[in-house]
């Protein structure tokens, strides 16, 4: 695993220019942590174009994008009043299903994370920092051992889809899951696979 980890760095380092800062990080990693959040605007970078699929404006014009931002809303505040909860927007009760990666402890969020982004890509699909480099995201097995969930699944949504919402009406997944979508077209695949990517 340990030669594996230090193979997946190079490979960053390689990849961003950002060698300084990078560097910085590989040595700031405690042992005990796998993978660190890297935040939505990385997964931007790459998943915005048309050929790709544009995951990251789906995902923006979604409720997942504005659920912390939600919570500073007239409606956030009454049902938080109701639970005698004063701030939701600085409330576990409310954050830990509203934004992604809460109650991670620090060293486990890079600085460039943003809790107020909300449900980000990552709470489906797994922190990033290792599977968000090129050479590693065109290659199914690679990605899935730098900690990517190439498929989230209904028990994904039940996390914050559960009768513990103050909202909750029921959960549909097909529904929900057809309400999200945000699919890479076939040609695209295609052509990765032609870089050197897996089928
Ligand atoms: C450096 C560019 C880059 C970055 C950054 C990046 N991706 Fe990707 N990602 C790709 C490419 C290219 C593919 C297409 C692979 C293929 O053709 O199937 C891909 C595929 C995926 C897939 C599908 C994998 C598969 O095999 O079907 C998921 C899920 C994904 N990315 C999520 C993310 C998330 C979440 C982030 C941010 C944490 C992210 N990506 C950041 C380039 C990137
Ligand atoms: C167990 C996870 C969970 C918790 C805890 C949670 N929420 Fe939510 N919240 C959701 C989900 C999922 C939805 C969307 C569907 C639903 O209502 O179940 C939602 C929807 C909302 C909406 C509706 C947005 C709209 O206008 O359509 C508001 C407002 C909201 N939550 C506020 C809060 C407040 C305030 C708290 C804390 C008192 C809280 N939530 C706690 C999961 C949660
Ligand atoms: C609420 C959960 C959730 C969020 C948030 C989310 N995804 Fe996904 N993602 C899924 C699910 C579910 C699938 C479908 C998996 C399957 O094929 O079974 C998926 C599939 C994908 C695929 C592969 C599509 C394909 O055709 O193979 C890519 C790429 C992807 N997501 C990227 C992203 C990016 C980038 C973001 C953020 C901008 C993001 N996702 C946010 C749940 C999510
Ligand atoms: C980290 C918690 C979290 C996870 C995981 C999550 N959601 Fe959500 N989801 C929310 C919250 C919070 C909202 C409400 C956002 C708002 O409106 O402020 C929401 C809203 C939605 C909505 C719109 C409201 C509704 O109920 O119709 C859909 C659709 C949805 N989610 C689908 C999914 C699907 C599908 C998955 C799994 C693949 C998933 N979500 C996983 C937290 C989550």
């Not at 504005?66 to 049902?79: G, H, N, S, V």
């Not at 600085?90 to 620090?106: E, F, I």
Request: proline share 6%; charged share 25%; with cysteine.
């Amino acid at each position: 695993m340990r030669r594996l980890r230090q193979g997946v760095v190079a490979v960053m380092l390689l990849v961003a220019g950002g060698a300084g800062a990078l560097l910085e990080s590989v040595h700031a990693r405690a042992d005990s942590i796998l993978h660190r959040y890297v935040g939505v605007e990385t997964c931007e970078i790459c998943h915005s174009s048309q050929r790709i699929g544009r995951q990251f404006f789906v995902w923006a014009a979604s409720p997942h994008a504005r659920a912390y931002q939600d919570l500073l809303t007239p409606k956030a505040r009454e049902i938080a009043s109701r639970l005698k909860i004063a701030n939701p927007a600085k409330d576990g009760r409310c954050l830990s299903c509203h934004v992604t990666a809460y109650r991670k402890p620090l060293p486990e969020i890079l600085s460039t994370f943003r809790m107020t982004d909300g449900v980000q890509c990552e709470s489906c699909h797994g922190p990033g920092e290792d599977y968000a480099h090129f050479s590693v995201m065109i290659n199914r097995s690679k990605s899935k051992l730098a900690g990517l969930v190439l498929r989230p699944d209904e028990n994904t949504c039940k996390t914050c889809h559960n009768p513990a919402s103050p909202t909750f009406k029921g959960f549909d997944y097909h529904t929900a899951r057809a309400r999200i979508a945000h699919p890479i077209p076939k040609e695209y695949k295609k052509e990765t696979v032609e870089m050197g990517g897996e089928p």
